[in-house]
């Protein structure tokens, strides 16, 4: 117990020790940098909902073309329809996972 507190006195000894004159204030916060890039309304996207009597269809899109589509059924899951490569060709994803796993082994424990 005496060596812990001896070591904390150590340790605090030169917080203690500043001096309140020695301060000097932070300097002013620059201005943010300008956007890189100018806002672009066209490479947001676009989301048109259609509700039908046993779902819900979301539709993205980017400057008109058709990326991904979301169907919520009144009862399920959600599920995605994705075209990676542009094609046309829509591939199911349960969710916009990416689904890479990363190996988690335990080394040690202690």
Known sequence: MRRLLALLAFVAAPVFAQNKADLQPLPAVPPPPPEMAPFDA?????VTIKKRE??????FRVQGKLYM???TPTHGVPYYLIDNQGDGN??????LDSRVR???WVIGTF
């Open 54 to 59: 046993n779902d819900t269809v979301e539709e």
């Open 42 to 46: 066209a490479l947001e996207p676009e």
């Open 69 to 71: 589509i979301k169907v």
């Open 90 to 95: 829509f591939m199911r994803m349960e969710t």
């Open 102 to 104: 990363v190996p988690q």
